[in-house]
């Protein structure tokens, strides 16, 4: 069964509101979590690294103020993507990494559409 | 920087075909190499990995072998079912687990 899970699935919004995608492991304490975007045809690119207790890391290139993350506690991480604008529009995936047997468990996913 | 190439699909096979996704990476210095496999309505999942030069990482049939030589990860099977049907991702990562870096996916359509 899903490890890690992501809600809503798909979310399709106006453009200027803002979305809160949730991202929880299921049954172990991830101190961190990472968020990817992926568009059609291409890879996933690491938005930004969550950390519990702290700030968020962003990747080059990554707005902070667009894409906000909070770790709330050691099982939940979100992403608000904040006055959402078409461009936004994207597959956004979160992973958990599980140290104890070295393997990161990704959550399956949220289609974001911005119309 | 740190890179993965991996072919273009859709990859359409018959029952019981043998399969070959290739991949090759660009990297700095040594790192880890993974396949993971997202069936449809899934979350991406690790299939296999290897963490040294000349390891092989096998499961469910699958075999990648780690070539510092050619730069190399390609994923193999002897024989696919529909049930492999899936997206398969190439990644690699200086600090296991952390930090993936992806290919693009190559998407295994099998058909009976």
């Known amino acids: 069964g899903a490890v890690v899970s992501q809600h809503p699935s798909r979310v399709i919004c106006k453009s200027g509101t803002s979305v809160k995608i949730e991202c929880r492991s299921l049954?172990?304490?991830?101190?961190?979590m990472f968020w990817y975007r992926q568009f059609p045809k291409q890879s996933l690119m690491l938005m930004a690294t969550s950390n519990e207790g702290s700030k968020a890391t962003y990747e080059q290139g990554v707005e902070k103020d667009k894409f906000l993350i909070n770790h709330a506690s050691l099982t939940l991480s979100t992403l608000t993507v904040t006055s959402a604008h078409p461009e936004d529009s994207s597959f956004y995936i979160c992973?958990?990494?599980?140290?104890?047997?070295?393997?990161?468990?990704f959550g399956p996913g949220t289609r974001l559409t911005v119309l | 920087g740190d890179s993965v190439t991996q072919m273009e699909g859709p990859v359409t096979l018959s029952e019981e075909a043998c399969l070959t996704i290739?991949?090759?990476?660009?990297?700095?210095?040594?790192?880890?190499l993974f396949w993971y496999v997202q069936y449809p309505g899934e979350g991406l999942q690790l299939l296999l990995k290897?963490?040294?030069?000349?390891d092989k990482g096998s499961n469910k049939g699958f075999e990648a072998t780690y070539r510092k030589e050619t730069t190399s990860f390609h994923l193999e099977k002897g024989s696919v079912q529909v049930s492999d049907s899936a997206v398969y991702f190439c990644a690699l990562s200086e600090i296991a687990p952390d930090k993936l870096i992806f290919g693009t996916g190559t998407r295994l359509q099998v058909f009976p």
């Open positions: 290739n991949c090759t990476y660009t990297a700095t210095g040594y790192p880890s």
């Open positions: 992973s958990a990494p599980r140290t104890e047997v070295d393997t990161q468990y």
């Open positions: 049954d172990f304490q991830a101190t961190t």
């Open positions: 290897a963490t040294k030069a000349d």
